[in-house]
C-alpha cells in the first residue's frame, strides 16, 4: 500500500499541468539596440506578464516576453521598445500555488 501512494505521489510530480495547461513561455526575442531606432529614445518602463500553476495540476496564463512587452507599451502608448532588459521572477509555495513571470524593461520609442 505503501508503494502505491510513493508512485500516485511521483505521478503527480510527473503530470504538471496535466488536468488543464495553457501556458506561453518566453524563448527568445529580439529588441532593437539604441542606436538601430530613428528618433530619439523617451522614458523607462516596465512590464511583467506571468503563468501560474496550482497543485500541479491546473496551469494558465501568458509569461511570454511578448506579453511583457505589450505590458510596457500599454502604460506609454509606445510604438516599440528599445534596448530591452529581460528577467524571470519564480515564486512557489510547497507546489501548491507556482507563478513564473517575465518582467521586461526598456526605453520607448513614439
Same mark, same amino acid.
Request: aromatic content about 8%; proline content about 5%.
Given at each position: ?17 496535466c ?18 531606432v ?7 518602463v ?7 500553476? =496550482? ?21 506609454s ?14 515564486f512557489?509555495?510547497?507546489? =501548491? ?5 517575465t ?8
Amino acid at each position: 500500500m505503501r508503494a502505491l501512494s510513493h508512485l500516485g505521489f511521483v505521478m503527480m510530480l510527473a503530470c504538471t499541468g496535466c488536468i488543464y495547461s495553457n501556458v506561453h513561455t518566453p524563448l527568445s526575442y529580439r529588441s532593437p539596440t539604441p542606436s538601430e531606432v530613428p528618433g530619439p529614445l523617451g522614458a523607462e518602463v516596465t512590464g511583467e506578464a506571468c503563468n501560474h500553476v =496550482v497543485l500541479w495540476l491546473v496551469a494558465w496564463g501568458d509569461g511570454g516576453y511578448t506579453r511583457a512587452v505589450e505590458d510596457a507599451k500599454r502604460g506609454s502608448h509606445a510604438r516599440m521598445l528599445a534596448d530591452v532588459e529581460a528577467d524571470t521572477k519564480l515564486f512557489n509555495v510547497l507546489g =501548491v500555488y507556482q507563478e513564473s513571470c517575465t518582467r521586461v524593461r526598456g526605453k520607448t520609442v513614439m
